[in-house]
């Protein structure tokens, strides 16, 4: 006989009913808690510091591992097989694991530019690392182990200090007569700042101690304490702080264990306030000393949950049990986006969230109680006024000024049925992403705490979520973070599995219908994003990955039109030349523009997107130059380093040929037209001519680069007259000298091709009309869309039947005939594909890859790497030669780091290629350290 309770028992039908036992009990209305989500409010109210992901600018992605003793580091990157973007492999920092023996990791924080992480365990102990030249190696700069093993000191707040720089922002983009108008300013950096730009960390411990950490003009870290004035006994131990740095001092908001928040209002200040490099000279050096100065201390909030002013309202609906089941999980500090560059920025909120444990059993009266409740106070200041009987007393001083008073006005609550797990500013302050832990996603309006549900306003785009944009339900996540852009966000679940999310829009189809308003509107708030990146010099690569997967090549050509609009890029250099060297912008317009016809690594892109990649190359050429005749003009009395040399030698030997294989083809569509004699069929059949060499002498911006190579090569022999060279840096200068002689083409005969193209040009826009205001729209047609605008049809003709024949007899065609230029990489020809399936060039150094580095990048990750570039606290450590891959062009580069010259690293540092790579994109390193030759 089997047992009744196997197949369970229904109690209705041993009375006979057809409805449940009415026995007073709450039915269970609560759905089936995600996995882990109980742990995780477990988290979030013990805390405020439990940050287990973070998504840093440049583009670095951090999480903590579920066993909570390994920080793993990952990040986008472009696939060269065929190009599709993906999550790159992960790579443990196991020295973070080192230095804290053990000790369980609760918290991540990346600095303003993303280029510095600090980890905080449960003990308060906080280890600091850098990004020094590539995502997936992180070095250890300041170790945990100066930090006392304290429970006390538990980490319950954490800041950065900003960098004193300002950077160009956009705040909106608005239509004016049918086309988008962007709205750029220079916004002003909030401090408190380093006097010596350095890094510093603004931490609260649970005991109400404020540390701050920084580290001095010699890389070492030091820090001060102090303890937050007016606090009792009875709220010493705190749960939560949130931090932000406004214009009037650093604003702290505190969470006591008995359930006070609390604000206060910080000063730091540094003595002396400005530090020159000059003063490190100094026997001993006196580097600044911070101190902490409370400027306004302390408005003591009380709160209850629901709203007070909500249950006054409608007295039904008061639950005087309610805020005994909610615990505080999150607390911050909102300060909205300013629109101007004055300064000026609205009120910060106070933003706490308060939700009830998914398993907490609630009394029967009170069925309704939301999960979650965003309760908000807005900073306000009022002045103070006397009690009239005070006028009735004499004083002796006049005029006495009251100083203003500091409130906090709580606005309405917003309430939800499902646990908030996250609130988090993203777009730069311009939307409030609020995560649930259904795994939905709702952005709000930090100025009025509006839903932003689709578009509003079709003629005025603030962020991406405001235009349309929208996180669609997916696997759910405890933990998440977004990227620069706030267009991806990746998340963290239970598993400790990390997963991608992407933003999506309806680019104007819904329901069979498309609506050109919403796609414009969608393409202007993907461009605002893209500037906002480019103003605050912040990795793009999560905007790039939206613009493959989503847009046709139709939409993408409109975005990249847009991009030159909004960043102002005048293309026409016909005049002021100099201009495009100092062009903050152009770089990177021309790299994403060549990222997006990027196909695979072996195969060639397409014209639209050569074009760009060309005169990137070209750029790095023209750029190296007069870096290094100004690193020649300090290295005149001292050896140079032979690996400064080689980068020259390489870029000279790759300029020289990409000049002979514009003069190659050239000569052969010289040769082509020169049998048509009718205007009609020349311009018919240069309508069906794909031709990048063309494209590149016809564009005013190419032209101008390959003018100031053409002036570096013939500085080459000048600036190395009397320089010291000895040992492999007179070999290969030697070699540099000797490929300029051998040269088909002496440079002064190049230079007279490009003089005898500028006139051409200049003489179609004269007789066109075309003044400086026209010239920018056929140039920008050259460099956007690969194709010859009709004004440029006469300078093509007087080109290839005048200014080309007349070289003929001062060149060696037939050696420029016979030329290998496969390895310049930018032809489609069958040659040009094996040599890219077969070789890889140095994207820096323009130099084959030795064999030693390729195989270096056998089986097995190649883990951090110790590179001894200053930024910890030992020294220079062992040079070894490093093979980094770009994430965003998928090209390589190996280099001996450190640097075997303190003059060879600042001039790779101000060429930018420390980082990242000629195209902007950041490096991988693919190879261990080999050992130097």
């Known amino acids: 006989m089997p047992l009744i309770m196997e197949d369970g028992i229904n109690v209705d039908d041993l009375f006979g009913e057809s409805t449940s036992l009415e026995l007073g009990l709450p039915p269970n209305t609560s759905p089936a808690s995600v996995k882990g989500l109980a742990q995780r409010l477990d988290e979030m109210r013990i805390t405020g510091c439990n940050q287990k992901i973070a998504w840093s600018r440049l583009g670095c992605i951090a999480y903590i591992s579920p066993d909570a003793t390994t920080v793993n580091v990952r990040h986008l990157q472009c696939q060269q097989s065929d190009g599709k973007w993906v999550l790159g492999d992960e790579t443990p920092l196991t020295q973070i694991t080192e230095t804290h023996n053990g000790h369980a990791l609760v918290h991540l924080c990346w600095n303003e530019s993303g280029s510095e992480l600090a980890v905080a365990d449960s003990s308060g102990r906080v280890s600091i690392c850098s990004i020094p030249i590539a995502l997936n190696s992180v070095n250890g700069a300041r170790q945990a182990a100066f930090d006392a093993d304290d429970d006390g000191a538990q980490i319950v707040g954490m800041m950065w200090l900003n960098q004193q720089r300002s ?106 306030p400005t530090w020159e490099p000059s003063q490190q000279k100094q026997n001993p050096p006196q580097y600044p000393v911070p101190s902490f100065r409370f400027v306004h201390s302390k408005v003591e909030v009380p709160y209850n949950i629901p709203s007070s002013n909500r249950a006054a309202e409608n007295p039904d609906e008061q639950l005087p049990l309610a805020s005994s089941l909610y615990c505080l999980t999150s607390l911050q500090i909102i300060l909205p986006a300013s629109d101007n560059s004055a300064g000026s920025t609205p009120s910060p909120w106070i933003v706490a969230v308060f939700s009830i444990p998914p398993h907490t059993i609630i009394p029967h009266q009170q069925l309704q109680v939301p999960s979650s409740v965003i309760v908000r106070w807005q900073l306000e200041t009022t002045s103070q006024g006397l009690h009239p009987k005070f006028d009735e007393v004499a004083s002796k001083k006049g005029n006495v000024q009251i100083k ?79 990227s620069p852009g706030a267009c991806i966000a990746v998340s963290l679940d239970s598993d400790g599995q990390t997963h991608l999310r992407i933003m999506e829009h309806s680019y104007g189809a819904e329901g069979g219908h498309y609506d050109e308003n919403k796609f414009s509107a969608a393409i202007a708030s993907l461009t605002l994003a893209f500037c906002r990146g480019c103003g605050g010099e912040v990795n793009t690569d999560d905007i790039l990955l939206i613009l493959i997967r989503q847009l046709s090549p139709d939409a993408q050509t409109v975005f990249i039109n847009e991009v030159y609009r909004a960043l102002s890029i005048n293309c026409n250099f016909t005049t002021e030349q100099d201009k495009l060297m100092s062009h903050p912008y152009i770089p990177r317009a021309l790299s994403i523009q060549a990222a997006l016809g990027f196909k695979s690594k072996y195969k060639a892109r397409n014209n639209a997107a050569n074009v760009p990649w060309a005169i990137l190359s070209l750029r790095q050429a023209s750029i190296l130059y007069p870096f290094f005749f100004q690193y020649n003009k300090v290295q005149a009395t001292e050896p140079h380093d032979p690996d400064v040399v080689r980068m020259v030698l390489g870029n000279t030997k790759w300029a020289l040929d990409f000049s002979l294989y514009i003069l190659n083809e050239l000569f052969d569509l010289a040769d082509e037209f020169e049998s048509i004699t009718d205007q009609e069929a020349f311009t018919q059949k240069l309508k069906s001519t794909i031709s990048l060499p063309l494209i590149i002498i016809l ?107 007349a070289l003929k007899s001062e060149v060696d065609r037939l050696a420029i005939y016979m030329g290998d230029y496969s390895w310049v990489g930018l032809g489609n020809d069958p040659k040009t594909e094996a040599y890219r399936r077969s070789r890889d060039v140095d994207i820096i150094k323009k130099l084959p890859v030795t064999a030693t580095a390729t195989a270096a990048t056998a089986k097995g990750g190649p883990g951090p790497v110790d590179l001894g570039l200053g930024v910890g606290q030992g020294g220079a450590g062992k040079s070894g030669i490093l093979r980094r891959r770009c994430v965003r062009c998928c090209e390589v580069s190996e280099a001996i780091y450190p640097p075997r010259s303190v003059l060879a690293f600042r001039m790779i540092y101000k060429l930018g290629h420390l980082r990242s790579c000629i195209c902007g994109g950041m490096w991988n390193l693919e190879a261990g350290v080999i050992e130097g030759r």
């Open 167 to 272: 950077v160009h922002s956009f705040y909106q983009a608005a239509k004016v007569q049918g086309r988008w108008a962007y709205s750029p300013f220079r916004r002003r950096p909030i401090g408190p700042f380093h006097p010596a730009n350095k890094a510093a960390l603004l931490c609260i411990t649970r005991s109400g101690i404020m540390k701050l950490l920084y580290q001095n003009p010699d890389n070492r870290w030091a820090e001060i304490t102090a303890e937050l004035k007016n606090t009792s006994y009875s709220d010493r131990l705190l749960t939560h702080t949130a931090l932000v740095a406004t214009q009037a001092g650093i604003l702290i908001a505190t969470h006591s264990t008995c359930g006070k928040i609390s604000l206060y209002r910080l000063s730091i200040q540094w003595n002396p």
């Open 404 to 482: 203003p008073k500091t409130v906090l006005r709580r606005l309405d609550d917003i309430t939800s049925d499902r646990h908030v797990i996250s609130v988090d500013q993203t777009e730069y302050g311009n939307a409030l992403a609020v995560s649930y832990d259904d795994s939905s996603i709702t952005f709000y309006d930090p100025k009025t705490m509006s839903v932003f549900d689709g578009i509003d306003d079709a003629n005025t785009v603030t962020s991406l979520a405001q235009a349309g944009f929208n996180y669609p339900l997916e696997s759910s996540g405890l933990h998440i973070s977004f």
């Open 699 to 805: 564009s005013s911006m190419s032209r101008a680069f390959l003018r100031f190579i053409c002036r570096g090569l013939r500085g080459i022999h000048a600036g190395y007259a009397s320089a010291p060279l000895t040992g492999d840096s007179r070999v290969y200068y030697t070699e540099i000298c000797q490929t300029l002689d051998n040269s088909p083409i002496r440079t002064d005969i190049y230079e007279k091709l490009l003089a005898g193209v500028e006139s051409a040009v200049k003489h179609a826009y004269t007789g066109a009309g075309f003044g400086d205001n026209e010239r920018p729209n056929p140039e920008k047609e050259l460099l956007v869309n690969s194709r010859i605008p009709p004004v440029l049809v006469t300078a093509v003709s007087t080109i290839l039947r005048q200014t080309i024949p």
